[in-house]
């Protein structure tokens, strides 16, 4: 897994990256490839060469800070892990709207960034083998469950709609839309906040009482009877996550 940490005070820095690095040497099961920098600057110029699976960004930072640089790096890497490191909560809602894993406050222990680093390492199995196969008129499609923004019911239809934009049309369904994507109630990621729809809360940008707003621009409408049930378990994935409002 390869590890990138930003930080200005190279202190902090030091002693994160030898934190992160002890937490690899005791995790024989695992290979942590860990790269400092100093600014933001030298951390893009990596990026050019290679990407990484989890960043560490201080937020404030010369020249360009931590949210405008999670931001670039979000805009090439939605699968990235973004985990903010700073003294002070006050960009805390702004790390929500870039999808951030997790907020630390400095000083951080090492125990709660070996805590953090368990959870990413979780997170990243969890995602990377989660594949469904959709039965369509013109075959068997796999895809990814965390490539699926929602899934719609079209004519007794499922409608998967992938962050790429593409859109996988399964063969009409027999049994209710809710029998047929039966498997999405057993995921945690996934809510269901209408009859017609089950959306992937990762990509949820904004929760309002009438509907949710995606990162793709889809709205989705959130029936009456559903809301409390839909932001009670939105709250609980924002909080097993760590995300702060």
């Given amino acids: 897994m390869r590890i990138a940490i930003c930080d200005d005070n190279r202190e902090t820095l030091s ?13 024989t099961d695992q290979v942590g490839e860990i790269s400092s920098f100093g600014s933001a600057r030298e951390l893009l110029e990596a990026i050019e060469k290679k990407k990484f699976d989890v960043y560490f960004l201080d937020v404030v930072i010369p020249e360009i800070n931590g949210m405008e640089l999670g931001r670039i790096i979000r805009s090439s890497d ?27 406050q400095k000083p951080v222990g090492r125990e709660e960034l070996w805590e953090t680093l368990d959870r990413i390492l979780f997170w990243i199995d969890k995602m990377g083998n989660s594949r469904i196969c959709v039965r369509t008129r013109e075959g068997l499609v796999n895809i990814n469950l965390e490539d699926i923004v929602y899934v719609e019911n079209v004519s007794r239809c499922a409608v998967y709609v992938m962050k790429s934009g593409e859109q996988v049309t ?3 369904n027999r049994g209710s839309f809710e029998e047929s994507v039966s ?43 559903r809301f409390s049930d ?4 939105y709250l609980e994935f924002l909080a097993n996550r760590r995300e702060l409002l």
């Fill in 78 to 104: 939605e699968r990235a892990v973004i985990v903010y490191i700073t003294v002070s909560r006050e960009y805390a809602f702004e790390a929500f709207g870039i999808h951030a894993f997790q907020y630390l």
């Fill in 170 to 172: 399964s063969v009409c």
């Fill in 15 to 27: 002693r994160l990256s030898g934190s992160v690095a002890e937490y690899f040497a005791e995790r």
């Fill in 230 to 233: 839909t932001k009670r378990t």
């Fill in 183 to 225: 498997f999405l109630n057993r995921e945690n990621g996934f809510v269901q906040p209408h009859k017609s729809y089950f959306v992937n809360m990762q990509f949820i940008r904004t929760f309002g009482p009438k509907s949710i707003s995606l990162d793709n621009g889809a709205q989705i409408a959130v029936s009456r009877k």
